[in-house]
């Protein structure tokens, strides 16, 4: 298990850290590359229990609390009532020893001790025996009736007496059901395979990814039985480093958050422990995962608010966990010098702009279908651009790509495309005779179609070429390339388990940098539909999604959950996406956050969208009492030059009333820093009202 810092956390068997260390001296043994951290041992780990109540908590060592405060009666009316009671014992006791109330409590001595007793020792025994027993029933009757032993475990647990829920029950140590034994690969018959896992797990040799994924493995053979002996071979061979990632990495260079790779969850932060939220929820921890992920999730706050530090790194650092461990595929897109993780945390990382970039970006998404590829670009480049039809820039651009891919069997570079675009001659004239060298008669009937339409009123090439123009920069050469000399990377690879990030030259080159977001937000949710194997959670996390979204992009995002994929969008503001869209936008993704410092209009955003509930109002009216008599007038009056105050009398109205979630005025104002709001919504369609949870995380 991870330690519980909110910085650098570890695997919970080992809490190992790479770190480059010099050569050790001639004849001595390596040295460690990891540092020893206390900690439970993955065996441990594996057997702490989980539970869950809800979507959105932290299962590990989760106890489920009641769906409602008891009502609790206040100390100092216990400790009255005790002392009342006492009193009213010792009185009837008083009474009773005294023969005031006569002494018909002696009866059941007097009838079953016989007569020859009288004055012998057995007589006085028996009496104080019964006086024992009164005092007893006593003591008993009057202690309920004040509540002494809630007073008395209140008084010794220093504060409120609580009834918690039996903590759910962890399986033994080599039983049967313990899962540091893999019982799964017992019960079909791989002891052997078995023994050796659970070596490795002892030995120290085994870390959380690895279990994680060795069990996805045997998922897929549970699947698919003829992949049983390869895996049975694999894990003999290797142990825990059977089944590895592509990248033959075990582990992240390093962990910034808590993670429970068992659960598939990060951990984000702990509701806040006020009457803002739900009895059951407060002063849990609060994790994402897959399962409401899969819904996608808006969070909105003002720079500083730490949507980076807080949401985004931890949520990229699990699923690229994950991802090692066979489970996901994720793609982060941020700003250049954004904190998302070191480099090594990933298998591709692109720097548009960078001359040292390793790695192209394909402005096509890997398409080959013209009309398909005219699609996300079209999107991309003109889907913000008010008065612009998308479907009539897409055709124009499916009449050049068409053409040219016809003639040249790949797509125009930047270059050529804004060539053609702007209708240069000699590009034009060069791919009308590739094409009828060709014999395209079709191909040639669609570039003569785009010449015609070429600067009719409503055409949307000039347009294209101004977006197209903005790529078309000495910084972006060597980019985009299609000709096949780069390293391009497409998002067509999300049907492996791969790790990307991207990253834009927001300072230098915004308006592209924005551009580029919105092809690959477009890009993400065409490839992460078309997948035909679904098995991995695809997520694409934006580290700032302003100015990306377009009506077409927020529907994509409403497919999505059926497709296994998310999607996280981080905004300032709302006032970053066109007015027209802000509700719809709300509406398409299925977790809402706000962090501390939205304005009331982003609030009433939130508000509107989480809708009101009913809760119980209790309105108290104060009236003065004015006495007839003189006695009480002087008692009244007496009472007030005492106090200081009338005498009144209360009048207490209870009823139902239907109130925002959280208001506007709240979600400004009444979110300290470090916080945010968060609903969330499961793929199952479960649902967690809105919290109030203090982040975790690097920021």
Known sequence: MDTDGTHETRPPHTGRIPRPLAPPPPGLPPRPSHAPTAGPTLADWLRFPRASDGPGVWTYGHVPRAAEEPQETPTRQLVSGALISLLAGVLLWSLLWNGYLGGFWLWPLYMFTPDSWAGTLPAVVASYVWYAVVAT????????????????????????????????????????????????????????????????????????????????????????????????????????????????????????????????????GTVDDGARNPYARRGTSLALDPEVLGTSLLAVGPSGSGKTGRLVRPVVESLALQALAGQAAVVAVGAAGAQLGPDAAYDVVVRVGDPASVYDLDLYG?????????????????????????????????????????????????????????????????LRRALEDG????????????????????DPGPALADRVALLDRPAFTGFFDTTGQGRPFSLRALEHPIRVRVDLPERAHADASRMLARLLLAQFSAAAAARTDRSLFAFLALDDASHTLTPQTVRGVQRLRSANAGVLLTLRTLDDVPEALRTPLLGAVGCRMAFSGVTTWDGKRFAEAWG????????????????????????????????????????????????ERWSASDLAHAVPPGHAVLSLTSVRGERAAPLLVRLAGTA
């Open 439 to 458: 014999g395209q008669q079709a191909m040639l009937r669609e570039l003569d179609a785009r010449q015609r339409q070429y600067g009719a009123h409503g």
């Open 137 to 268: 029933v006593l003591l008993t009757g009057f202690g309920r009736l004040g509540r002494w032993p809630e007073l008395g475990g209140r008084l010794l647990h220093g504060g409120a007496s609580k009834t918690h829920p039996a903590v759910p029950a962890a399986p033994e140590a080599g039983s049967p059901e313990d899962p540091a034994r893999w019982p799964q690969l017992r019960g079909a018959g791989l002891g052997e395979v078995a023994d050796r896992l659970e070596g490795e797990a002892g030995g120290g040799r085994m870390n959380d990814v690895d279990y994680a994924r060795i069990r996805r493995a045997w998922d897929s053979v549970r699947a698919d039985p003829s992949r049983l002996r390869a895996f049975a071979d694999a894990v003999r061979d290797k142990g825990a480093g059977a089944c590895a990632h592509p990248s033959g990495a075990r582990d992240l260079p390093v962990r910034a958050a808590r993670h429970d790779l068992l659960a598939r969850q990060v951990l984000l």
């Open 612 to 659: 009101t509930e009913w809760v119980e109002t209790r309105d108290v009216t104060h009236r003065t009492v004015f006495a007839d008599q003189p006695l009480t007038r002087a008692m009244h009056a007496f009472r007030k030059l005492v106090t200081g105050k009338a005498v009144t009398t209360d009048a207490v109205t209870v009823r139902q009333v239907e109130r």
């Open 366 to 430: 890997g398409a080959t279908d013209p009309d398909e590829a005219a699609g996300l670009l079209a999107e991309a480049f003109v889907g913000d651009v008010p008065g612009i039809e998308v479907r009539r820039a897409a055709t124009a651009l499916a009449q050049l790509l068409g053409p040219f891919r016809a003639a040249h069997g790949r797509f125009p570079a930047v270059p050529e495309l804004r060539e053609l675009l702007d209708q240069v001659p000699a590009a034009v004239d060069g």
